[in-house]
């Protein structure tokens, strides 16, 4: 499995760009979970599913379950600390990926999860192989885990977000975390 990010970020307080890391591993179950969006929001999750990695009785496809619900019981309390902080509520959204090996079903496995201002439950989607991405630009392109394609592919998709927004929201580096049964890789490939 193959689950590439970019770095860019803005410091909450100063709005200045910055790097921020929007995959995190739990290398104990071969996991790793990725963020697009709230970096806030983000975080929380993450450590509520370290939290939750240390359980004796823990599987992924649990935690796979009862992620949409646990952005669900949190939204409603980023929601009102980005409004208090003077965030305007139609750019709060976040998008996770949660993958890695299942040793109950032999194989990779990965899910998405999307929520926004808009309300209602977490979008939740199972992902089953080939290219996922938010975003237009990636459609009909050949699959591939090289590194110079998974390089052009972030730079496609960089572009199309940051021109979709009419600002910038995605660059900075490409890194990628490639996954396999009881190996987890880091790459930072280039700049995007």
């Given at each position: 499995?193959?689950?590439?990010?970019?770095?860019?970020?803005e410091?909450?307080?100063?709005?200045?760009p910055?790097?921020?890391?929007?995959?995190?591993?739990?290398?104990?179950?071969?996991?790793?979970?990725?963020?697009?969006?709230?970096?806030q929001?983000?975080?929380?999750?993450?450590?509520?599913?370290?939290?939750?990695?240390?359980?004796?009785?823990?599987?992924?496809?649990?935690?796979m379950?009862?992620?949409?619900?646990?952005?669900?019981?949190?939204?409603?309390?980023?929601?009102?600390?980005?409004?208090?902080?003077?965030?305007?509520?139609?750019?709060?959204?976040?998008?996770?990926?949660?993958g890695?090996?299942?040793?109950?079903?032999g194989?990779?496995?990965?899910?998405?999860?999307?929520?926004?201002?808009?309300?209602?439950?977490?979008?939740?989607?199972?992902?089953?192989?080939?290219?996922?991405?938010?975003g237009?630009?990636?459609?009909?392109?050949?699959?591939?885990?090289?590194?110079?394609?998974?390089?052009?592919?972030?730079?496609?998709?960089?572009?199309?977000?940051?021109?979709?927004?009419?600002?910038?929201?995605?660059?900075?580096?490409?890194?990628?975390?490639?996954?396999?049964?009881g190996?987890?890789?880091?790459?930072?490939?280039?700049?995007?």
């Amino acid at each position: 499995m193959l689950i590439a990010v970019d770095t860019w970020a803005e410091d909450a307080l100063t709005h200045r760009p910055s790097a921020g890391a929007k995959l995190l591993l739990i290398p104990q179950h071969n996991l790793v979970l990725a963020s697009r969006g709230s970096a806030q929001c983000f975080l929380k999750i993450y450590e509520l599913c370290l939290k939750a990695s240390f359980r004796a009785d823990f599987t992924m496809e649990q935690l796979m379950a009862e992620l949409g619900l646990v952005m669900d019981h949190l939204w409603p309390y980023y929601l009102q600390a980005a409004v208090e902080a003077g965030m305007t509520r139609d750019i709060l959204h976040s998008e996770l990926v949660l993958g890695g090996w299942s040793p109950k079903n032999g194989r990779m496995m990965a899910t998405a999860y999307a929520k926004d201002a808009g309300g209602g439950p977490a979008r939740v989607q199972p992902l089953e192989g080939g290219v996922a991405s938010p975003g237009e630009p990636l459609p009909g392109r050949p699959d591939s885990f090289e590194l110079e394609a998974v390089l052009e592919a972030g730079r496609l998709q960089a572009d199309y977000l940051n021109e979709s927004v009419g600002r910038t929201v995605a660059g900075g580096r490409l890194l990628v975390a490639d996954l396999r049964n009881g190996q987890a890789i880091i790459t930072d490939v280039a700049a995007i």
